[in-house]
Structure formats: structure tokens, C-alpha cells
């Protein structure tokens, strides 16, 4: 009930497509999810988060879509770059303690 | 204005060794987490600490692993006794506090080989 399920492993994107990285969800009290982008040797490092009262948020090129009903939120990268080539992680957390709960990551790799 | 930091970056160690790994979180932050990332897959949570506190280990092995949050001084995650699968990036994150759930910053990492 703890695991956030992440699909695809591996994606690869045209430049100038779209990216789209799906994740789910078992526990209803997860009441904050993140996406993090890692770039090879770094750490992971915040791109846009939800949280369950909103259905979807978009930062720059980079959209949230949230659908509560079916405990599935997914990533979409409008517009993909070879720059945005990393590896993206979901998560999700509740409580006070905060610590996040993350999906095993998709290797994205956009082609020029 | 400095980010989370992690030293070393890179630890090799033989089996048996102890390994130690520091994190000094970003400047007002209180709140540390460690997390460990094995080859191909997510991190894992390890340990939430805060000033001479540790509020939750679940997801620390209950042998060979502790960790600190000193007054003073960064956070120490240590193994002793590692062994092979103790190979892994592990990953430091802070955040200002728990109001902003998920807001966690992370270091670099410190990549730990045990041969």
C-alpha cells in the first residue's frame, strides 16, 4: 500500500514531442506528489509537485494531471528538448514526517 | 548561497570496513532524510532526523547502520561491517520543515563501493 507504481522504465521522445510519464497510487492518505529529475551523478532535484485538491498544475513545459478518483497522476513534458534527457522519478508522501515514497524512475531520452 | 552537501562523494571500502557519510543540510534547514538508490532504481528512505533527534528509522536495517544529527555538525549516516550490498548511492535531502511536505532538497550523493 506503500508503493507508487511508475510506467514507462525507459522513453524515447523526438525533440519536440511530447513526454509522458504515468504514475499510481495505492494509499489514499499520500497527500503530496513530487517529481524529481535526476541527471547522471547528481541528485535528484524538485520539478514540479500536486497536491490532490487540484487536478492539474503546469510550470513552464511541464504539467501535473491528477485524477484523484482513479489514484493516477502523470508528467507530461510539452515541447521535449535532448536537455531534458534524465531520469524522472514520481513520489508521494503524507503526514508530518515527510518522507517521500518514490516510483523506481524513467529513463527519458530525447532525440535531436 | 550553498546547497545540500555531501562528502565524500566517492567511498570505497573493503568488507568488513566502516563506511561514514556526511551531510551538512542547506543553511536553516533542520530536518535531514537519507535515502538509498541502488543501481537502476528508486530511492529508498532510510531515516528522518532532526537536531539530536531521530524521529523516524523505518527504513534503516536494524544491524550495522546508525545515524546522528548532531547540535553541531553535520548529519553521519554509518555502516559498519559493510558488506557488497551495502554498494549503493545514498542521498541526503533537507528541507526548511515538514509544513512543506515533499519540498526536500538533495545533496549530490556519496557513492559507496565495497569490495
Known amino acids: 500500500q506503500q508503493q507508487v507504481k511508475q510506467s514507462p522504465q525507459s522513453l524515447i521522445v523526438q525533440k519536440g514531442g511530447i513526454s509522458i510519464i504515468n504514475c499510481a497510487y495505492e494509499n489514499t492518505a499520500f497527500d503530496y506528489f513530487p517529481w524529481y529529475q535526476q541527471f547522471p551523478g547528481k541528485g535528484p532535484a524538485l520539478l514540479i509537485a500536486i497536491r490532490p485538491d487540484v487536478s492539474e498544475k503546469k510550470e513552464g513545459r511541464f504539467t501535473i494531471s491528477f485524477n484523484k478518483s482513479a489514484k493516477q497522476f502523470s508528467l507530461h513534458i510539452m515541447d521535449s528538448q535532448p536537455g531534458d534527457s534524465a531520469t524522472y522519478f514520481c513520489a508521494a508522501t503524507f503526514g508530518s514526517q515527510g518522507n517521500l515514497i518514490f516510483g523506481k524512475g524513467t529513463k527519458l531520452s530525447v532525440k535531436p | 548561497n550553498a546547497g545540500v552537501m555531501q562528502n565524500p562523494r566517492h567511498l570505497v571500502r573493503r568488507r568488513g570496513q566502516e563506511a561514514r557519510l556526511r551531510c551538512s543540510p542547506m543553511?536553516?534547514?533542520?530536518?535531514v532524510y537519507w535515502y538509498r538508490q541502488l543501481p537502476e532504481e528508486g530511492l529508498k528512505f532510510m531515516v528522518y532526523?532532526?537536531?539530536?533527534?531521530?524521529?523516524?528509522e523505518s527504513g534503516m536495517p536494524k544491524e550495522r547502520f546508525s545515524a546522528e544529527f548532531p547540535k553541531e555538525g553535520p548529519s553521519i549516516l554509518r555502516i559498519q561491517q559493510v558488506v557488497r550490498g551495502d554498494s549503493a548511492a545514498y542521498f541526503c535531502?533537507?528541507?526548511?520543515?515538514?509544513?512543506?511536505?515533499?519540498?526536500?532538497?538533495f545533496g549530490p550523493g556519496t557513492r559507496l563501493t565495497v569490495l
Open positions: 532526523l532532526q537536531k539530536e533527534n531521530i524521529i523516524d
Open positions: 535531502a533537507s528541507s526548511l520543515s515538514t509544513s512543506g511536505r515533499g519540498e526536500q532538497f
Open positions: 543553511k536553516g534547514h533542520s530536518h
